[in-house]
Every structure is written in structure tokens, then in C-alpha cells.
């Protein structure tokens, strides 16, 4: 069963950029898409990036887009996720999440089969 263990969250302030690290276990770390999603204390879990197996394809929420980053080393079994521009609304406890597919696509919870623990990422303002 795989394992993914998240790293690089902590307190920021607005405007600044942090690193997340999610490092998976197993040998089949690049069949499959990738995928990070956030909460909120007292909000659903939602959707932020996900990248396809080979990370030629990316997928991006709305709120995020030309701030975050997606990206990934098959050779270090690990997806990262670049913030840049960070806002008080990011945060939350970020996960990432091995996907059911190999492409990005799908957004809902219920495609993701393999969660970390998460990381707290707080934005001051």
C-alpha cells in the first residue's frame, strides 16, 4: 500500500511563497496522477492542482491559477507544489493524494484512492 508523506508547510506572511513536498512510497508512483487538495476549518475539502503521471499535463483551481505550481520527479517518487503569492484565503491544511487515473482531471475526492497526512499552511495578513 503506498504512503505519502507531506513536508513545507508553515506561517507565511501574505505575499509570501512556500514549498509543499509529498514523497510517496511503492514502485508505482508513476502510473498515476497526482493531486493536492486543501481544508479549511469548517469547509469541505477541495480541489488545487493535479498533474498527470508523466507531469506533461496540469490542472488548476480558478483561485489558484498563475500563483501555484504542480510538478513532479518519478525518479525521486515525489510531487511538489510551488506557492507563490500566497493570500490569507490559502489557509488550510494541505493533502496530497495519488489519483485512481493517470491524467489530472478529475477534481472530486472520490478519485483520489491514497491521502498523507497533511501539512498546515498559514497565511498571516
Known amino acids: 500500500q503506498v504512503q505519502l508523506v507531506e513536508s513545507g508547510g508553515g506561517l507565511v506572511q501574505a505575499g509570501g511563497s512556500l514549498r509543499l513536498s509529498c514523497a510517496a512510497s511503492?514502485?508505482?508512483?508513476?502510473?498515476?496522477?497526482m493531486g493536492w487538495f486543501r481544508q479549511a476549518p469548517g469547509k469541505e475539502r477541495e480541489f488545487v492542482a493535479a498533474i498527470s503521471n508523466s507531469g506533461g499535463t496540469t490542472n488548476y483551481v480558478d483561485s489558484v491559477k498563475g500563483r501555484f505550481t504542480i510538478s513532479r520527479d518519478n525518479a525521486k517518487n515525489t510531487v511538489y507544489l510551488q506557492m507563490n503569492s500566497l493570500k490569507p484565503d490559502d489557509t488550510a491544511v494541505y493533502y496530497c493524494?495519488?489519483?485512481?487515473?493517470?491524467?489530472?482531471?478529475?477534481?472530486?475526492?472520490?478519485?483520489?484512492?491514497?491521502w498523507g497526512q497533511g501539512t498546515q499552511v498559514t497565511v498571516s495578513s
Open positions: 511503492g514502485r508505482t508512483f508513476s502510473t498515476y496522477a
Open positions: 493524494a495519488r489519483s485512481v487515473y493517470s491524467g489530472p482531471y478529475s477534481t472530486r475526492t472520490n478519485a483520489y484512492d491514497a
